[in-house]
């Protein structure tokens, strides 16, 4: 069974910047479609940035586009968020999450999800 685990989240100061990971175990990581959601206190999970099979294409949610960049490495069978300038209205749970269809937008589309890392930036 295939299993998420995010790493690198953290308390960082306004500004600031940070490196998500999210490493997969089993051997079809590379088949699927990775994508990063963030769910803050009392709000509904939110879509953050996705990336394709391969790395060759990439979508970001207009709030972290120019500031977040999305990545992966299947030979580490791992994704990454780099986050920069972060800010505090960025401050939620993060999750990583494999697509198995559908709009790559919608947590409906994710099949798998890890259990989330904490980010919080303080102003």
């Known amino acids: 069974q295939v299993q998420l685990v995010e790493s690198g989240g953290g308390l960082v100061q306004a500004g600031g910047s940070l490196r998500l990971s999210c490493a997969a175990s089993g051997r079809t990581f590379s088949s699927y479609d990775m994508g990063w959601f963030r769910q803050a206190p009392g709000k509904e999970r939110e879509f953050v940035a996705a990336?394709?099979?391969?790395?060759?294409?990439?979508y970001y949610s207009d709030s972290v586009k120019g500031r977040f960049t999305i990545s992966r490495d299947d030979a580490k069978n791992t994704v990454y968020l780099q986050m920069n300038s972060l800010q505090p209205e960025d401050t939620a749970v993060y999750y990583c999450?494999?697509?198995?269809?559908?709009?790559?937008?919608?947590?409906?589309?994710?099949?798998?999800w890890g259990r989330g890392t904490q980010v919080t930036v303080s102003s």
């Open positions: 999450a494999r697509r198995h269809g559908g709009h790559y937008s919608y947590p409906s589309s994710y099949g798998v």
């Open positions: 990336i394709s099979v391969s790395g060759g294409t990439t």
